[in-house]
Nanobody, 127 residues
């Protein structure tokens, strides 16, 4: 069983920054790509970013490209999402999720194919 625990959310002014963390249990973290998703009240879950198992490849949704950066530290079993220039449309519960297939090398555009996720961390942006 894999456990993912997100942290780092909070209240920030528009234009500000937050760094989310996602700590994973288990010894195979470095074999799996990770994704970041968000869901606002009344809206669907949206893919925000993804990072390959090695950290060498990343994907960003158009809405966050240039503002958000995904990274990972496999020695610490942790993936991060640095969020800069936060906008009023960014508030949501942010989740990290693990790609189901190890050493995945395909596209990250699809929100499908993830098998574990955490409880989420709330991000609120004041204007």
């Amino acid at each position: 069983q894999v456990q993912l625990v997100e942290s780092g959310g909070g209240l920030v002014q528009a234009g500000g920054s937050l760094r989310l963390s996602c700590a994973a249990s288990g010894r195979t973290f470095s074999s799996y790509a990770m994704g970041w998703f968000r869901q606002a009240p009344g809206k669907e879950r949206d893919s925000v970013a993804a990072i390959s198992w090695s950290g060498g490849r990343t994907y960003y949704a158009d809405s966050v490209k240039g503002r958000f950066t995904a990274s990972r530290d496999n020695a610490k079993n942790t993936v991060y999402l640095q969020m800069n220039s936060l906008k009023p449309e960014d508030p949501a519960v942010y989740y990290c999720e693990r790609k189901a297939r190890p050493y995945y090398s395909g596209s990250y555009r699809s929100p499908e194919g993830y098998d574990y996720w955490g409880q989420g961390t709330q991000v609120t942006v004041s204007s």
